[in-house]
């Protein structure tokens, strides 16, 4: 498959809060961003910033214990993280699919769940360099999340 790949760097949580803002301006219900890559590199960071971006005034938290948290917005964000879920099926329970029709859906730890994602994702992977900086980089499989990521790079 044809892919097209993007690479930032961050120093600081507030440049990744940026960058997942910069993202969220550019997102719309029906978008599934699947976030992967080490403990404490930025994913639940990045993702305030998308709902930042989408709109919402709240502030994000991890959803490790709760699996899902839901905020509003312009364009309301379901954000997942499914380290701690058991499997696919609990998944379908929470109600992924129908977040899929209303929502932006932000899910940390989708490379455990790689099966019962959607067919085109926006991949983004998130490796820490040291204390403060951060690699991120964005993976595209469509020409949609192309086109997102050409729109980053340019601004
Ligand atoms: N450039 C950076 N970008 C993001 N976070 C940074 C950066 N530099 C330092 N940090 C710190 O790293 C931590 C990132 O935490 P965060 O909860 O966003 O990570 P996570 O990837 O969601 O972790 P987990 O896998 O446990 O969910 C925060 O404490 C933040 O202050
Ligand atoms: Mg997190």
């Not at 404490?40 to 998308?50: C, L, M, Q, S, V």
């Not at 964000?77 to 499914?82: E, F, I, Y």
């Not at 690699?135 to 729109?151: L, N, P, S, V």
Request: with cysteine.
């Amino acid at each position: 498959m044809r892919e097209m790949k993007a690479i930032f760097e961050t120093n600081g949580v507030t440049e990744t809060e940026k960058l997942g803002e910069a993202l969220g301006k550019l997102l719309s219900p029906g978008d599934c961003v699947a976030l992967k890559g080490d403990l404490g590199a930025g994913k639940t960071a990045f993702t305030r910033g998308i709902a930042r971006g989408l709109g919402s005034i709240d502030y994000v938290t991890s959803p490790t214990f709760t699996i899902i948290n839901e905020y509003g917005g312009d364009i309301p964000l379901a954000h997942m993280d499914v380290y701690r879920l058991l499997d696919a099926v609990e998944l379908e329970d929470i109600g992924f699919r129908d977040y899929l029709k209303s929502h932006v859906v932000v899910m940390e730890w989708a490379d455990k769940v790689t099966d019962i994602l959607p067919p085109e994702v926006l991949w983004i992977e998130f490796e820490i360099l040291d204390y403060k900086r951060r690699r991120i980089t964005f993976t595209a499989t469509d020409g949609r999340y192309e086109k997102i990521i050409r729109e980053l790079k340019r601004q």
